[in-house]
């Protein structure tokens, strides 16, 4: 399939560029996502988990080069193992980055939570938006994370302005998360 020219894709874009909120089909269970650089747009996906923004939230992007402004000590090593992951096997790193990015983001944390995404449908939509996208599991805090369209529906209703055409990928659920410095597993999938 062609989810680069997808109808649906194509609108769930020009919806999170207009500080819209949308549902996607991720690695392993639906997100929430929105323009990582859109306050406005972070602050609805907050309350809408009714989360804390101290927690913090991913970044996700189809590409490393999309992270260079935010994490520009980078080396060669460390972009080649952000690109590494795979989309049954995702794993989201723990960066260090330059200050660049909202603290709604960040959170309490020192480091940028990134993942680079290879799931079909969401890394056609994050090149299609060209910017990093906000991305955390589709449900409110204290809840599973959504597997199917029926949950993140049943979760938030009309609330989200869209439902990103897909379906998750075969991951096992919510990615592992790495340090990218002492390479510890922090979360396991």
């Known amino acids: 399939m062609d989810w680069a020219n997808h109808p649906g894709i194509v609108r769930a874009a020009a919806i999170l560029k207009k500080e819209g909120v949308v549902a996607c089909p991720a690695e392993g269970v639906w997100g929430l996502s ?21 927690k913090g939230l991913i970044l996700i992007t189809h590409t490393v080069e999309l992270l260079r402004h935010l994490a520009p000590d980078l080396t060669a090593d460390q972009s080649s193992q952000l690109e590494s992951s ?4 995702p794993v989201t790193w723990l960066i260090p980055h330059s200050g660049r990015v909202s603290t709604l983001i960040t959170g309490n944390h020192p480091r940028l939570a990134v993942r680079i995404v290879r799931h079909s449908p969401i890394a056609a939509l994050c090149a299609k938006v060209g910017v990093p996208l906000v991305s955390t599991s589709a449900n409110p805090a204290g809840f599973p994370p959504s597997k199917t369209v029926e949950e993140v ?37």
């Open 34 to 54: 929105c323009d990582a650089w859109c306050e406005t747009a972070i602050k609805r996906i907050l309350a809408l988990k009714n989360r804390p923004a101290t």
């Open 86 to 89: 795979g989309s049954e096997n």
């Open 153 to 189: 529906f049943g979760y938030f209703g009309t609330a989200v302005d869209f439902i990103a055409p897909g379906q998750i990928g075969n991951a096992k659920g919510s990615s592992e998360i790495r340090d990218l410095i002492t390479l510890e597993v922090v979360r396991n999938s």
